[in-house]
C-alpha cells in the first residue's frame, strides 16, 4: 500500500510523473526473491498508458522473482544535481507501483515488442527482422501501474514558483 507523500508541496502530479517516464529511458526495478530478499535492477523500459514493459531473457531469476511475488515497483530518476556548498540535491524521482505479468499471449507480446521498439529504434532499419528473430528468445514483461508517486526537490518547486510569478 502506497504511503501519502509527507511533504506534500514537493509532491509531482501524474501528468508530471508519466512525463518523467516517457522522456526517461532507464530505472530500477524491484521486486521480492523467493527467499524473501529484496532484488533491484537497472532495466529499460517502455509505457503505453498504464503499463510499463520490459524485456528479458526467457529464464532467470527475474522470473524467478515474479513467480514468487507480483507485486513490483520502478524507480525513475529524472534529476540528481548535487549543491555542496548547499548540503542538498536537486533532485526529481517517480516510484510506479503495481503487479507484473509475463506476457503470453503471441498478438500482445508483439505490439509491446513494438512500444520497446518504438521508444528505443523508432526508425532503425530491420526492426520487423529483429523482432521476427528474437521473438521466440524473448520474453515480454508489463508491470500495470496501480499508482504513481513523483517527487521534487523544495529548491526546484521554489524555482519554478518564481518562473511564474518573478
Not at 72 to 78: P, R
Not at 88 to 103: K, L, P, Q
Given at each position: 500500500?502506497?504511503?501519502?507523500?509527507?511533504?506534500?508541496?514537493?509532491?509531482?502530479?501524474?501528468?508530471?510523473?508519466?512525463?518523467?517516464?516517457?522522456?526517461?529511458?532507464?530505472?530500477?526495478?524491484?521486486?521480492?526473491?523467493?527467499?524473501?530478499?529484496?532484488?533491484?535492477?537497472?532495466?529499460?523500459?517502455?509505457?503505453?498508458?498504464?503499463?510499463?514493459?520490459?524485456?528479458?531473457?526467457?529464464?532467470?531469476?527475474?522470473?524467478?522473482?515474479?513467480?514468487?511475488?507480483?507485486?513490483?515497483?520502478?524507480?525513475?530518476?529524472?534529476?540528481?544535481?548535487?549543491?555542496?556548498?548547499?548540503?542538498?540535491?536537486?533532485?526529481?524521482?517517480?516510484?510506479?507501483?503495481?503487479?507484473?505479468?509475463?506476457?503470453?499471449?503471441?498478438?500482445?507480446?508483439?505490439?509491446?515488442?513494438?512500444?520497446?521498439?518504438?521508444?528505443?529504434?523508432?526508425?532503425?532499419?530491420?526492426?520487423?527482422?529483429?523482432?521476427?528473430?528474437?521473438?521466440?528468445?524473448?520474453c515480454v514483461l508489463a508491470l500495470r501501474m496501480d499508482s504513481i508517486s513523483g517527487k521534487e526537490a523544495i529548491e526546484l518547486v521554489r524555482q519554478?514558483?518564481?518562473?511564474?510569478?518573478?
Amino acid at each position: 500500500m502506497q504511503r501519502e507523500m509527507r511533504r506534500i508541496n514537493q509532491e509531482l502530479n501524474k501528468n508530471a510523473c508519466l512525463n518523467i517516464l516517457d522522456r526517461n529511458t532507464a530505472g530500477v526495478l524491484a521486486l521480492t526473491s523467493p527467499d524473501g530478499h529484496p532484488y533491484a535492477l537497472p532495466i529499460s523500459y517502455a509505457r503505453q498508458g498504464e503499463y510499463l514493459y520490459f524485456h528479458c531473457a526467457p529464464v532467470g531469476h527475474k522470473l524467478d522473482c515474479i513467480a514468487h511475488e507480483k507485486r513490483a515497483s520502478l524507480c525513475v530518476i529524472d534529476q540528481d544535481e548535487i549543491h555542496p556548498e548547499k548540503f542538498t540535491t536537486y533532485f526529481r524521482s517517480v516510484i510506479a507501483f503495481g503487479e507484473m505479468e509475463v506476457i503470453a499471449d503471441e498478438a500482445k507480446k508483439r505490439e509491446a515488442l513494438n512500444i520497446l521498439v518504438d521508444k528505443y529504434a523508432l526508425n532503425a532499419p530491420g526492426r520487423e527482422e529483429e523482432i521476427n528473430g528474437a521473438f521466440h528468445r524473448v520474453c515480454v514483461l508489463a508491470l500495470r501501474m496501480d499508482s504513481i508517486s513523483g517527487k521534487e526537490a523544495i529548491e526546484l518547486v521554489r524555482q519554478r514558483e518564481k518562473e511564474k510569478n518573478p
